[in-house]
């Protein structure tokens, strides 16, 4: 059972890795004058990545707030994805509406940041240790 465990986090620090170093030229590219800001969270979703690889439940209290706000972020994401489909829905009413589908990329990253979240929460309070008295 503990490699068992032990392949799950590991995936877990691979899909940090991954992901982070996915978000980073997306990041840069279009983070405009925001991208010295926002690269901060790719790059601490690498760290964590890379920390629960060599500590493995060490990294718990850390990847529960991270993924906690994480999570609202993804969300608001989504959210707004879906408020530029809304929008774009009007203005192709109206004649316009080039850029209609704009939307779905963060309503499609939102839900994909918020499902590894969530399942990264998931994963991380089935691993914790239980706690005493």
Request: aromatic share 8%; net charge positive; proline share 4%.
């Amino acid at each position: 059972m503990k490699n068992m465990s032990s392949r799950i986090l590991r995936a877990v620090a691979i899909g940090h890795i991954a992901i982070g170093a996915l978000l980073l030229p997306a990041v840069l590219a279009f983070g405009g004058i925001f991208a010295p800001i926002l690269i901060v969270g790719p790059i601490w979703g690498i760290a964590l990545g890379v920390r629960l690889w060599q500590s493995g439940a060490s990294v718990f209290g850390a990847l529960r707030r991270t993924h906690r706000t994480f999570l609202l972020i993804d969300v608001l994401l989504a959210a707004y994805g879906v408020f530029a489909l809304r929008a774009a829905e009007r203005s192709a009413a109206h004649g316009g509406g080039l850029l209609g589908a704009i939307g779905f990329a963060p309503l499609g990253l939102g839900v994909v940041m918020a499902s590894f979240s969530g399942m990264t929460l998931v994963i991380v309070r089935a691993r914790q240790e239980p706690r005493s008295g």
